[in-house]
């Protein structure tokens, strides 16, 4: 139902954005945010924005990551910046509402020189 977009391969302090979108309306929207995965790693949360637009980063992404949405269209970007080898992840986009979470099937960032 969520479907990602825009990962890549890329070098160190390059940029990529991803993007999200529904494949189908979803209503009672509370938040959405972009998590990722590393191999052999937990889940973690990269960044969360809540409907009110109360935006959480994770600490290692503050100042280089920006998220932004289209609570109309219901599509989350995340904007990446100063891409480092640690960013390296499969991210998954995330959008939970009153009835139910939503997640994508994730995209692939890695970067490496």
């Known amino acids: 139902r969520l479907v990602e977009s825009g990962g890549g391969l890329v070098q160190p302090g390059e940029s990529l954005r991803l993007h999200c979108a529904s494949s189908?309306?979803?209503?009672?929207?509370?938040?959405m945010g972009w998590y990722r995965q590393a191999p052999g790693k937990q889940r973690e949360l990269v960044v969360v924005?809540?409907?009110?637009?109360?935006?959480k980063y994770a600490d290692s992404v503050k100042g280089r990551f920006t998220i932004s949405k289209d609570d109309e269209k219901v599509t989350v970007d995340l904007q990446m910046h100063s891409l480092k080898p640690e960013d390296t992840a499969v991210y998954y986009c995330?959008?939970?509402?009153?009835?139910?979470?939503?997640w994508g099937r994730g995209t692939q960032v890695t970067v490496a020189s």
């Open positions: 995330n959008i939970g509402a009153s009835h139910g979470v939503y």
């Open positions: 189908r309306s979803i209503l009672n929207v509370n938040a």
């Open positions: 924005i809540e409907a009110g637009g109360n935006i």
